[in-house]
C-alpha cells in the first residue's frame, strides 16, 4: 500500500541539489588547475546533455499527444529544473516577475525590509511588502518608485503592478525619516517645502514645489507627500473635504488615504507619491518624475 514516500528509484529535487552542492565544496581546496578540468567536464557533459534533451523533444514534439505529454512532464520538478538548467524551458512569467524583485530587495533589506511575490495573473502582478516595509509611511513611494518601476522595467508584459494588504508586522523607528529607500541617500533634487512647526499633526496643506502642486500631510512624528492629482482623470483636489486622514476628490468623489496614497474607491489605483524628510525642523521634499 501506498505510503506517500518516494520510490526507491525517485529522489527529491532538494536532496539532489544537496548533493551537487557537496560535490562542488569539494573542489574549494583543490589546485587552479583542478577546478578548471573539472569545470570544463561539467560544461561538457551540460553541453551534451543539453543536446540530446533538444533533439528527443524535436524527435517526440510531432507524435501524436506528445505535446501534451511533453507539457505534462515538464509540471515535475526535477524535470522542471534540468530543461531551465539547459535552457530548453524560458522562465515562467511568475519567476521573471520574482527576479526583477531580485533587483530591489538588497536596497528593501538594507532598511530592514522585502517584497514578497503574491500572485501572477495574466498581465497583473501583486506584491506585498514586508518587515520594516510594511506599515511604513514609505510604503506608497517604495512601491511607485521602485518595485513597481523594476517590474515593469524587466517585464513589460506585466501592465498592471498592485500591491497587497501587509501582514500587519512592520513599521520604522517611530522618528521622522526619509520615506523610502529609493529617495533616502541621494542629495539632489530636494527642495525645501515648509517648516514642520507650521504643518500641525493631522493636518494637511496644498503647496506648490518647484511649480508642482502637492499634498503635505502631518501624522505624528511622520509626514507624507503626493502629487495633488486624482489618480481617476489627474484633476486636482483643491476644495475636496478632508477629514480623518483622507481626502475626497471634490470632482468624482474618490477618496485617498493621505498616509499611504491608497485609493478607497477604486483600490487599483493610487496617488502618486514624492520623497519627503525632515531636517533641522525644515519639510524636504523631492519629487519623482
Known sequence: MADGSASPDTRPLDELLRDLAALEALAAGWGEAERAGAQARAEAVDALNAEAFRRLIRALRDVPGMAEALRAAAGDEVIYAVLRRHGILRPSLFERVDAALETVRPMLAGHGGDAELVSVEGARAEIRFLGACDGCPASALTFYAGVKKAIQEHVPEITEVRQAKGLGGGGGDGQVHFTSPFAAGQEEGWAGAAELGELADGTTRILEVEGRSVLLSRFGDRVTCFE????????????????????????????YSLETGECLTAPEVQLQPHGVRVVGGRIDVRLMP
Do not use: K, S, V
Open 228 to 255: 495633488n492629482a486624482c489618480a481617476h482623470m489627474g484633476m486636482p483636489m483643491d476644495g475636496g473635504a478632508i477629514a480623518g486622514g483622507l481626502i475626497t476628490c471634490p470632482h468624482h468623489g474618490f477618496r
